[in-house]
């Protein structure tokens, strides 16, 4: 009863509220391994696929809280309001819940999801299915390195890679073989727990093909190793205007996006 009152106040709270803009409403915790959730925009109801208290905390913060919606930043937004397709390079997937966001704001969309935990890549697929859809479960580094997936935490969201051990071996962004068409935008969305120091250290030609990259910074986790110092340098060499909004960071792609010229 409990848990009912408090998600029915937060229904009221969030679905009532004029102060409220944001689309989605989480209606309740984990039941039989879903998560109910109201879209205020095409009015209805969405579920998704979930197992852990740390899957709530992702689908509160990139649905509920919207922490991935770079098109309030209307200065580049902007050029995201025609009808080119999208594809969405999720690295660092989880469970599947930002690429499900970016499949419900475009139309136009295919996604890559690259996760290198089983459980969870299973549980994306159940949460964006999707013909235009490929999952792979691995992870992305600078180079081919063998790797080992630890959790110090225990947590569903704090998978990370070893480079060096084990017997599997990572992909790098060529691997993916994407077409990078000019009538089409590319954004790439990271958060791999700090191993972004590694993926920007080396062999970033592909990535300055991307419109937008989306970065989960993890300097706060690892205080002292300067992790974002490769990804820093590659901002730096090119131009880029980034936005923060909390540990995340907006990499817009000047170059790219002035010359799409899709403005209206």
Known sequence: MKKFLI???RFLRNGLSPARRYRYIRLSPIIFGKVFIFDKVEKKLLKVYAKTSSDLYTIDAILVNEEYKFQKYKTWGKYFT????????????????????????FKKISTILIEPDCANIELSKQNTRNKETRFINGALSSHRQSYNIINETGNNNAY?????EGTSSTLCIDDLEIDYEETSYYILKIDIEGHERNLFSDGVRNFRKFHIIIVEHHDWLFPGKA????LLKFL????????GNGNTMFCFNLELLEASGNVE
């Open 236 to 243: 730096s060499e090119g131009r880029y205007d980034v936005v």
């Open 160 to 164: 990370r890679i070893k480079l060096g």
């Open 82 to 105: 025609g009808d080119r397709p999208i594809t969405f390079v999720d690295v660092g997937a989880n469970i599947g819940i930002a690429s499900f966001y970016m499949m419900n704001e």
């Open 227 to 230: 992790i974002s110092k490769s």
């Open 7 to 9: 998600n029915l106040f």
